[in-house]
């Protein structure tokens, strides 16, 4: 791959916020986890375990997760960030702005952004959902190396025309993962990625981000 090819996979791929019912074949799943698999990880450890529901059990899944978002307590295992502010702040209210004029969702209506919010916990309908952990004994290497592997995994997924949006929201009720998928206390969880076919007529999906220029986020020494 060049370049310039590389650079239009990054422009394409976006997060996606609707998806299509149709399942994604097994061996294309198979396949963006094996090329995600090829990312560098400190020590070679390669801390990522995946867990990765297909058909009814993601709309299983989703059902628990949706009535855990409405009566349970949010209780992340990686610490959320304790704040947002100049540039930061900027893009984050930039993104979601973008993302509720989109739906429609007007300022001030806060009904309108919290119905959409919580379409994080139904996936925003896809078809697939991947859990993403590490140790814990790694600490944040091994969560800095789980970055890494989904950023991988939503590349390849693009590269094969499958859509993702990977969700902090969902890693916020750890907790639960743990009791519903049997994951090991000792395991951090980190992410979840959906993923599936996009929805190109949905609204949700019609707006994309801008970046930082390159002399934005670089401090030149030389």
Request: charged letters at 20%; aromatic letters at 10%; one cysteine or more.
């Amino acid at each position: 791959m060049t370049l310039t090819e590389l650079e239009a996979l990054l422009s394409a791929r976006h997060s996606c916020r609707a998806f299509r019912a149709d399942p994604v074949p097994r061996a294309d799943i198979e396949r963006i986890v094996a090329a995600a698999c090829r990312v560098p990880s400190w020590c070679n450890a390669q801390p990522w375990q995946v867990t990765l529901t297909s058909g009814a059990e993601t709309d299983a899944f989703r059902t628990a997760l949706m009535n855990e978002a409405m009566t349970g307590k949010p209780g992340p295992d990686l610490a959320f960030p304790s704040g947002y502010s100049g540039v930061y702040q900027d893009r984050r209210r930039t993104c979601g702005w973008a993302l509720y004029e989109a739906v429609g969702v007007e300022k001030g209506d806060r009904a309108g952004s919290a119905e959409q919010m919580m379409k994080n916990f139904s996936l925003f309908d896809a078809p697939h959902c991947a859990i993403i952990s590490s140790p814990a004994e790694l600490g944040g290497y091994g969560a800095m190396d789980c970055g890494g592997f989904v950023a991988a995994f939503t590349l390849a997924a693009q590269a094969l025309g499958v859509a993702t949006i990977p969700q902090a929201a969902v890693a916020s009720y750890a907790p639960f993962l743990h009791r519903y998928f049997d994951i090991p206390e000792d395991r951090l969880i980190l992410c979840a990625i959906s993923f599936g076919y996009a929805d190109t007529e949905h609204p949700a999906n019609s707006f994309r981000t801008e970046r930082a220029a390159v002399d934005e986020i670089v401090d030149w020494r030389g």
